[in-house]
């Protein structure tokens, strides 16, 4: 098993993303659109309320040590992406 020593968060957050994506996607046969929004909004508030432990130093929120991140994007920001995205999608824009 490879040790992820620098981004347990992130992947725990996105862990969580998927178990939420697919118990409403295959358990409660809601459509896309809707489910990752929600995947989307959980995402932003799991990596805000990791980053606010550390909202005394500069940079807490989007220092990839502050909280969840894919290579440098903090999380927070990838579920903005998957939420208006989706939205865009849901909107038929």
Same mark, same amino acid.
């Given at each position: 098993? +490879?040790?992820?020593?620098? /981004?347990?968060?992130?992947?725990? $957050?996105? =862990?969580?993303?998927?178990?939420?994506?697919?118990?409403?996607?295959? !358990?409660?046969? +809601?459509?896309?659109?809707? =489910?990752? $929004?929600? =995947?989307?909004?959980?995402?932003?508030?799991?990596?805000? +309320?990791?980053?606010?432990?550390?909202? /005394? &130093?500069?940079?807490?929120?989007?220092? &990839?040590?502050?909280?969840?991140?894919?290579?440098? =994007?903090? +999380?927070?920001? !990838?579920?903005?992406?998957?939420?208006?995205? /989706?939205?865009?999608?849901?909107?038929?824009?």
């Amino acid at each position: 098993m +490879i040790w992820i020593r620098s /981004n347990s968060w992130g992947l725990a $957050m996105f =862990v969580v993303g998927g178990l939420i994506a697919a118990v409403g996607s295959f !358990i409660l046969k +809601i459509d896309d659109a809707p =489910v990752l $929004m929600s =995947v989307g909004i959980a995402l932003i508030f799991m990596d805000v +309320i990791v980053r606010l432990r550390f909202r /005394n &130093r500069p940079a807490w929120f989007i220092h &990839r040590q502050s909280g969840g991140h894919l290579w440098f =994007v903090p +999380i927070w920001a !990838i579920g903005i992406v998957v939420f208006a995205t /989706n939205l865009l999608k849901a909107l038929k824009v």
